[in-house]
């Protein structure tokens, strides 16, 4: 196999394993994105007079049956090819024959790949901030079902004034409508299309088109000047990794909820026994380990955010093989966040709030008391509060 940087020489089998590392199973996700980049780059070289109608056809072909097999499971990335960008020239060599050769005219693999993983993120993006939504609208059909149960909210963890259901499930539904706007914001990073900074300092003597690929993939901007593209390489990710963060914090918030409501002590919720577990020695016992895992992984997530900050935080201009190592915490940020994302809103489906616990203690409405004092003798807010604190020791 003959890799795209490949000049002749004989690469040691252990440098390939630690250089390659996991890029040939992460880059199986980006095969349709580097098939479609490669489409609207060879179909911009035939428009500029590099590539002649034939070539660029038998290429456009190629790579859309080479894509096709790939969603089919009909071939895989191997070790020995590397990543994607070399599995897709030599498998389109050896379909197509010397047409393919044609294609890496006026790209680097540096923007290449950079390339493939923005039109990843915006469809990646897409999917989470639908996934996230689906969870606040389990919250909110809960809110229209048990909404109007009393329940008591809390302040340190002690009872502190009456709430609904409704209303601790359209807070949290709230915050996660926020988190899918923060996903989104991540937009405005992967719209910027690198292709033509090849290497990250343009292309010398070729004319090609920049804008012409821009409009091909629907990227909102063409990325200047060039030398910025590498400078920019892990800001998207790291972005997105953030906004998993504050996703997974809410998620794991609303997690811990549900675990505690659910237990005996507070007997708030009952919980779906088809998402929870048993006991290996009680028989009695049915355990919320689902909703323990989504609260201890919001620790994951963030631990995958202060790795894409690290890789790139002192590295010089231009571009270092480090940079590679920012797919591995960003795809498996993404996989874990629609992962807790789905199990969540099928929980949430299934969540029932206790209605045969009866009104709430007295002693909630201290504050609702002091205020209709103010409103029944005109006396400051502190007086009040006094009396109440007073009559609540007596």
Not at 104 to 126: F, K, T
Not at 128 to 147: F, N, Y
Not at 165 to 192: I, M, P
Request: charged letters at 25%; proline letters at 4%; glycine letters at 10%.
């Amino acid at each position: 196999m003959s890799r795209l940087w490949d000049k002749g020489e004989p690469l040691d089998d252990l440098v390939l394993r630690y250089t390659a590392g996991e890029d040939h199973t992460l880059d199986d996700r980006l095969v349709s994105y580097d098939v479609r980049a490669s489409i609207a780059h060879a179909e911009m070289l035939q428009a500029q007079g590099l590539l002649d109608g034939a070539d660029c056809a038998a290429i456009r072909g190629g790579l859309e049956a080479l894509a096709a097999e790939h969603a089919a499971g009909k071939w895989r990335v191997t070790l020995a090819e590397e990543d994607v960008h070399t599995a897709l020239e030599g498998r389109l060599v050896q379909r197509i024959g010397a047409a393919a050769e044609r294609l890496h005219l006026g790209r680097s693999r540096n923007d290449q790949v950079l390339a493939a993983l923005r039109l990843y993120l915006r469809d990646a993006i897409g999917e989470l901030a639908e996934s996230a939504g689906g969870v606040a609208a389990a919250l909110e059909a809960l809110a229209g079902r048990d909404g109007d149960v009393a329940i008591p909210g809390y302040t340190h963890q002690r009872r502190a004034m009456p709430t609904t259901a409704g209303d601790w499930a359209l807070g949290f539904a709230a915050e996660l409508r926020d988190d899918v706007a923060g996903l989104q914001s991540v937009r405005r990073r992967a719209e910027k299309n690198p292709l033509g900074s090849a290497a990250g300092y343009g292309v010398p003597l070729l004319p090609i088109d920049r804008a012409a690929t821009t409009r091909a993939l629907g990227f909102a901007v063409t990325q200047e000047p060039v030398t910025a593209v590498q400078l920019s390489r892990g800001k998207a990710e790291a972005q997105l990794l953030f906004e998993i963060v504050l996703l997974m914090r809410d998620l794991g918030r609303l997690a811990t909820d549900l675990v505690l409501w659910s237990g005996e002590e507070y007997g708030l919720v009952e919980l779906p026994v088809e998402l929870t577990t048993g006991s290996s020695i009680m028989p009695q016992k049915r355990n919320p380990d689902v909703f323990e895992l989504v609260r201890g992984r919001s620790a994951t997530a963030q631990a995958l955010l202060d790795e894409a900050l690290a890789v790139p935080a002192k590295l010089g201009s231009g571009y270092h093989r480090d940079l590679q190592l920012l797919k591995a915490p960003l795809f498996h940020g993404i996989d874990l966040a629609g992962a807790t994302c789905a199990v969540m809103a099928r929980a949430v489906a299934g969540v029932r709030l206790r209605r045969d616990r009866g009104p709430l203690p007295e002693e909630l409405y201290a504050a609702e008391e002091a205020y209709r004092l103010v409103l029944a003798e005109g006396i400051p807010f502190r007086e009040a509060y006094r009396r109440i604190a007073a009559r609540r020791r007596s």
